[in-house]
């Protein structure tokens, strides 16, 4: 993690990708599918909408972090459906975000840096759903709100 606090359990952080690559051969064929398609269309009818109604909470916590992951690494011009991705998984509640799903974005999210403008739009979202103290003291409050939020607004 950031600045000294204290990484995640390596067997925790191997969950995640193992969910991670689940969703990735769905998610992925979503994303190049809305790529070719209308921009404009409502996201319900994507490719992408299509698959996040078919998940449960805790699918639907993989596939926002897979995209999530998948944004940070490659973040270009490219991005666009995967972002409006992430932004339709940040704009849902009671996903039932556990403590270390947020730090493991919040981390990802500080190792990809400004040249990701909204690299922490789904980690302050989920953050948000956790109970008060279940985070580390100011570990949410270094992330750049003013990024997350332009996101958010679409």
Excluded: K, N
Excluded at 48 to 56: E, N, T
Excluded at 87 to 114: C, F, I, K, M, N
Excluded at 132 to 140: D, I, Q
């Amino acid at each position: 993690m950031r600045s000294g606090r204290a990484r995640l359990d390596a067997a925790v952080v191997q969950g995640f990708y193992d969910r991670m690559r689940a969703v990735a051969p769905a998610a992925y064929g979503a994303i190049e599918r809305d790529r070719a398609d209308d921009p404009g269309r409502p996201f319900a009818d994507t490719a992408c909408g299509r698959l996040v109604g078919s998940l449960d909470p805790a699918g639907l916590r993989a596939l926002g972090m897979w995209a999530h992951h998948w944004c940070m690494r490659f973040y270009d011009d490219d991005t666009r459906v995967g972002l409006r991705l992430v932004r339709e998984v940040a704009a849902r509640s009671g996903l039932g975000w556990t403590a270390d799903e947020v730090r493991w974005l919040l981390d990802r999210s500080y190792a990809a840096g400004p040249a990701a403008a909204h690299r922490f739009a789904l980690p302050v979202a989920a953050a948000a759903e956790l109970p008060p103290g279940a985070l580390p003291e100011g570990l949410v409050d270094d992330a750049r709100p003013g990024d997350w939020r332009r996101l958010r607004a679409g």
